[in-house]
């Protein structure tokens, strides 16, 4: 059976689903788990989204986005967890969820099948383009909130629409989602023009600690940083894309130090080097072209390693 259909066959059979994704989410975890929310509803099934940290405030506007429970924790009344974006459960930073049947949906080149059903499909360009053809598969019909949510999705996990491989398929279902409701001004003015004033300020002292060496650029932000920037961790978000904004830049490298002197590592890339990979090497995931990890601290001795194991997978012409 293909993966679809059996994941669909899995919820058919079942009443009351536990959604979630990962820890940290981003605009495709809240924006599908908040559509798939729905979507099972529509089915005339229970669903209840629960994320192990709160969701960021440029999501708060989306539809139902109030219903979402933040837990450490899950309560045992459900059937099936339903896990978006995962490459584990350890990555819900949810506890509860191993006695239950699983179904894992993901797009990332660095999914692995740790649930009972597995639907991975690294060619669909968010989770939400997955969510899209489950809906399509169930016969629901997509509501101006399901399509809402899930252009948020799509929107952010394209950057915009400027990743590769962003293509027609990509714009075709943007284009279903804005026919099915969603509004593409209003949501843009939410996700990007909204940020707290916390955000900019991080990126003035994130972009005082910008570095360059050949194709490769760094910043970073300490704890003091955020302190006086008054910035929440999510305000680190896309940061980085402002030193890969270079020109000549092919690989752009974000450090944030963390409360237990580890450091947070975002990498983005341009397309010449795989950073999936080289996050996989330090025990992270994600795509060829934007992935991250935690490493070990002090600022300065992850940012000579990264930047050292980075250097041995560049292509040489591009040094
Ligand atoms: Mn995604």
């Not at 006695?99 to 690294?122: C, E, G, M």
């Not at 001004?185 to 940020?195: E, G, M, T, W």
């Not at 955000?199 to 910008?210: D, E, P, Q, S, V």
């Not at 092919?250 to 130090?257: M, S, T």
Request: proline share 4%; hydrophobic share 45%; net charge negative.
């Amino acid at each position: 059976m293909p993966q679809l259909q059996q994941v669909l066959h899995e919820i058919e059979r079942r009443k009351d689903f536990l959604v979630t994704s990962h820890a940290r989410p981003d605009g495709d975890s809240i924006g599908s788990a908040l559509a798939l929310g729905q979507l099972l509803r529509k089915m005339g099934k229970h669903a209840q989204v629960v994320m192990g940290d709160n969701v960021p405030v440029i999501y708060k506007p989306l539809p139902f986005a109030d219903d979402i429970v933040h837990a450490a924790t899950v309560n045992g009344n459900f059937d099936a967890a339903i896990v978006l974006e995962c490459d584990s459960l350890q990555r819900t930073r949810l506890q509860g969820l191993e006695n239950h049947f699983l179904i894992n949906i993901d797009h990332h080149a660095s999914s692995k099948p740790f649930a009972h059903v597995n639907w991975i499909d690294p060619c669909a360009c968010a989770v939400a383009e997955m969510v899209f053809r489950l809906a399509t598969a169930a016969r629901v019909q997509i509501t101006p909130e399901i399509a809402t949510c899930l252009y948020t999705a799509v929107l952010t996990d394209t950057g915009s629409f400027c990743y590769s491989p962003t293509n027609a398929h990509t714009f075709e279902l943007a284009k279903q989602l804005v026919e099915h409701g969603a509004d593409p001004a209003r949501i843009a003015q939410n996700v990007y023009f909204s940020s707290p004033t916390s955000k900019m300020r991080l990126l003035g002292a994130a972009l005082t600690n910008l570095h360059r060496e050949g194709a490769v650029a760094w910043m970073w932000v300490t704890r003091e940083d955020m302190d006086r920037s008054g910035a929440l961790d999510e305000d680190c978000e896309g940061l980085v894309n402002y030193a890969l904004g270079i020109a000549g830049v092919e690989v752009a490298v974000f450090f944030r130090e963390l409360a237990s002197e580890r450091m947070r590592v975002s990498i983005r890339s341009k397309g010449a080097v795989n950073v999936s990979r080289l996050a996989a090497k330090f025990g992270g995931g994600g795509h060829e072209c934007a992935a991250g990890f935690s490493t070990e601290g002090p600022l300065r001795a992850a940012t000579q390693l990264v930047l050292g194991e980075l250097r041995s997978v560049m292509p040489h012409e591009r040094l």
